[in-house]
């Protein structure tokens, strides 16, 4: 009988499946799990979309590496908002794409790589299908999550110097911030020992509290950002990356895996994505605004877990919420809470974070938000009063 490949078997399921499949047996569950926002785009970029359906252009391939405007527009987007001047612009079907692409053209099977816990189990998974089995975890700082510069620096000074560090900023799943001074040390230390950084910026725009997110660049540095979260775009599936111009050859083997995976992103994506850019990045911040009372609300209802148990949510639309150790199998409370509360959350050890949960305040309106809060301090003040009871 034929056989199906080691590295696919070997490689974790993912969590938004098994979330969906949960999901689909219970009615009227609010979900706090898949990472989303409530708005769409901007309504003067869908009404610019729905006037170039017919046009031809936009059923042909375009270029690889993006359409040449929408590529233009985010290098000045680059140069305004993230200070990354010397960086060249690849499109891709997302951010998630947008990493695999660099896995595939930075790492070959066997190398070592290194990710910080609680990690985004998409990028885990890209690791773990395309053939890298040393995947180096390494540990958050217990009090804010921010990855540990110290370990790093011992880490690197092994043999083999692990080939690729990634860290994302404002973080999936946490919500943490890494500062300014903190993504330069971990840059330097990956540039002394040759290794690439990856940084996924995909949350760029979601701060909170007076925070800034900030950008880096360096000849050994690839920054991923993403049109999903920020423009309420995540169905169209537009992301990109920004790589050193002056590393040679990078961009064309960078084409090589775009043009066997996507070919090119899809054309009207690509132009709704031109004309978000139009509207412009205060549109976006406008928007995450109305979050901060949605992070409140949902930061009462895990009060029932105790103080000091919610950590995060500095950026990102994310918290993540430690539950008492009688109760640490995450996935049975999720399942539990789904089941009885109609609230749906995201366990943390798909992230590395046996006994966490994951929980999104960005993707339901207010109604939606206060009703899910209800259900979710409910479901914690029954748990930690009586277990979970069926």
């Avoid at 979309?49 to 042909?60: D, G, L, M, N």
């Avoid at 993230?82 to 960086?87: D, I, R, T, V």
């Avoid at 060249?88 to 099977?109: E, I, P």
């Avoid at 690509?270 to 412009?280: D, I």
Wanted: charged share 20%; with cysteine.
């Amino acid at each position: 009988m034929a056989k199906l490949a080691k590295r696919a078997l070997e490689t974790e399921s993912p969590v938004m499946v098994q979330i969906q499949q949960l999901l689909g047996g219970i009615k009227g569950a609010v979900s706090l799990g898949q990472g989303v926002v409530h708005w769409q785009p901007p309504e003067q970029a869908l009404d610019k979309v729905k006037e170039i359906v017919w046009e031809p252009s936009t059923s042909r391939y375009g270029a690889d590496e993006g359409l040449v405007e929408l590529r233009e527009a985010l290098v000045r987007k680059l140069n305004q908002e993230n200070k990354l001047y010397n960086s060249s612009v690849m499109v891709t079907a997302g951010a998630n794409q947008a990493f695999v692409n660099l896995v595939l053209t930075l790492c070959d099977a066997g190398d070592s790589v290194v990710m910080f816990a609680p990690y985004y189990f998409n990028a885990y998974m890209a690791f773990q299908m395309t053939g890298i089995t040393n995947i180096l975890v390494g540990p958050g700082d217990p009090q804010t999550l921010q990855p540990d510069a110290d370990w790093l620096e011992k880490v690197l000074s092994t043999n083999p110097v692990p080939k690729l560090v990634t860290v994302v900023n404002p973080g999936n799943p946490s919500g943490t911030y890494i500062p300014e001074p903190l993504l330069k040390r971990i840059s330097e230390l990956c540039k002394s020992a040759g290794s690439w950084l990856v940084v996924d910026n995909t949350y760029e725009y979601f701060m909170y509290d007076g925070l800034k997110h900030s950008c880096i660049e360096g000849d050994h540095i690839v920054n991923i950002f993403s049109f999903s979260k920020a423009y309420g775009m995540m169905g169209w599936r537009v992301g990109y990356i920004a790589y050193p111009s002056d590393v040679e050859g990078l961009g064309l083997q960078l084409l090589k895996v775009q043009d066997n995976i996507p070919i090119c992103a899809s054309i009207i994506s690509q132009r709704l994505a031109l004309y978000s850019l139009e509207v412009g990045s205060q549109w976006v911040r406008d928007k995450v605004k109305d979050l901060v009372k949605h992070r409140g609300l949902l930061l009462e209802a895990l009060s029932p877990l105790g103080e000091g148990a919610v950590k995060g949510g500095e950026g990102a639309i994310y918290l993540w919420a430690k539950l008492p150790e009688k109760h640490s199998d995450d996935f049975e409370v999720v399942r539990w809470l789904a089941q009885k509360h109609g609230v749906v959350l995201i366990p943390g050890s798909a992230s590395g974070g046996k006994g966490y949960v994951r929980i999104t305040f960005g993707g339901l309106k207010d109604a939606e938000c206060e009703v899910a809060a209800g259900r979710l301090r409910k479901g914690l003040e029954e748990l930690m009063r009586d277990g979970m009871v069926e």
